[in-house]
């Protein structure tokens, strides 16, 4: 199970910590990935973090994933944050890899229920 919190609505250049707290998937060797979805369009690829770490252009530089794994939390550090930023975020897991990550939403079976990021 895959439970996002921190979204909520933020001034254009400011910074949200969205978590990710799963039912134990980041004690084993797993992608956990961030995704984001506006209503009419496809579920984008932010940030994936396993054995690698990989980061979509549009947020490189802006945001940054890691992981706790002695909590069992994914985060996701957004600054410097756009209008066009505004979305519904998720969170994935793909217990199937680990050491080559991907930002591909069909690579990932489970996901959270999603939080709203909303940038004015």
Known sequence: QLVESGG???????????SCATSGYTSIRSC????????GKEREGLAT????????????????ISRDDSKNVVYLQMN?????????????AD????WTCRLVPREYPDWGQGTQVTVS
């Open 95 to 98: 217990l199937s890899r680990y």
């Open 80 to 92: 410097s944050l756009q209008p066009g930023d505004t979305a519904m975020y998720y969170c994935a």
């Open 8 to 18: 909520g609505s933020v001034q254009a250049g400011g910074s949200l910590r969205l």
């Open 32 to 39: 956990m990935g961030w995704f984001r979805q506006v209503p």
């Open 49 to 64: 973090i396993g054995a690698n770490t990989v980061y979509a252009d549009s947020v490189k530089g802006r945001f940054t």
